[in-house]
């Protein structure tokens, strides 16, 4: 398991109707998926954090700098809860 935190810069600011457009799309995505996280938003800006598996996470992120320029301020192995 790892998680990954990164800052991005939306291309627009968003209205509260498309952030929690946003949120829903995330979650039903994310739970699908096995990923789970935070998503903070201020003045056109994110800052996420995404956890799960490797291979999971790691896609997810390559999807992510297609889609945005992300910049990553951290990533490392967690030991899973016992």
Do not use: D, W
């Not at 991005?8 to 789970?36: C, D, M, P, W, Y």
């Not at 954090?49 to 700098?65: F, K």
């Not at 297609?66 to 990553?72: D, K, L, S």
């Amino acid at each position: 398991m790892i998680y990954l935190v990164y800052v991005s810069s939306a291309t627009k600011l968003f209205s509260e109707a498309e952030l929690v457009e946003l949120l829903r799309q995330a979650r039903a995505r994310n739970s699908h998926s096995g990923i789970t996280g935070m998503l903070l938003y201020s003045n056109g800006n994110f800052i996420q954090v995404i956890e799960g598996e490797e291979t999971i996470v790691l896609a997810l992120h390559q999807n992510l700098m297609r889609q945005r320029n992300p910049v990553v301020l951290h990533c490392t192995h967690v030991q899973a809860e016992i």
